[in-house]
């Protein structure tokens, strides 16, 4: 049994010494006053005196280590015990390697893949609880925020895109009745072969210039062309009717 302990540092490594202030003054508020969360950087030390923890790079791992609390980047601010494990040192050691190969350092994403979630897989395969909800939080949210943003575009475009379907086929519809009432009964194929002569002000209303349904190649029958106006309108007023 060996005592895993994460160390959680505020992330202060801008080179601006305004943005370091800014971020520590984030944390003093949101953390110690409020107790929400903040913007942290952690570590995991198990076995040594040595800590784990993962970060951007273009080549190779993000999987690295650093004396407990001396990383140069950071302004240390607490560690906290999170239990015991099972694991012997050999399948700490066997664990590590397979994060390395699991965790390349181009993957790093601020949001969704950071120290923070690293450290929590860590502790779930050392057999301990995870961080506490306060370490990640913020990014969490940002996390959370971006996939709802996403989903709702994504329902957007689906619900435009049922919507003009649904409008071509109603319009199809009363085109289709609309042709039936002018055609003669000698050409009865001029039924199917002739384009859509109804345009009811509700289709206009509800698909735009780009989405007007097609007339699937074809061109408006000379029969139709020929109807006089008044046809036309009583047309329209029997296909509104239906």
Request: charged share 20%.
């Amino acid at each position: 049994m060996k005592e895993v302990v994460l160390h959680v540092y505020d992330v202060t490594n801008s080179d601006s010494e305004k943005t370091n202030n800014t971020i520590l003054q984030i944390n003093r508020i949101f953390k110690d006053r409020i107790g929400l969360g903040g913007i942290f950087h952690s570590a995991v030390q198990v076995y040594g005196e040595e800590e784990w923890s993962f970060g951007f790079c273009e080549n190779g791992s993000g999987v690295f280590n650093c004396p407990v609390s001396k990383n140069p980047m950071y302004t240390y601010r607490e560690r906290i015990v999170l239990g015991e494990t099972e694991c012997t040192i050999a399948t700490v050691n066997r664990i590590l390697r397979e994060l390395s190969r699991e965790w390349p350092g181009h993957s790093y994403d601020l949001l969704s893949r950071n120290c923070n979630h690293f450290c929590d897989v860590l502790c779930d395969r050392l057999g301990v609880p995870k961080l506490p909800g306060w370490v990640n939080r913020f990014a969490n949210a940002g996390d959370t925020a971006v996939v709802v943003a996403e989903n709702t575009a994504v329902k957007f475009r689906q619900a435009k895109t049922e919507i003009v379907n649904a409008s071509r086929v109603a319009y199809r519809f009363m085109a289709g009745l609309t042709s039936k009432n002018q055609a003669s009964p000698e050409s009865p194929g001029d039924q199917n072969r002739g384009g859509p002569t109804f345009q009811g002000t509700w289709l206009k209303n509800v698909v735009s210039a780009g989405a007007k349904p097609s007339s699937s190649g074809s061109t408006p029958s000379q029969e139709a062309d020929d109807v006089p106006p008044l046809q036309h309108q009583k047309s329209a007023e029997q296909s509104t009717r239906l």
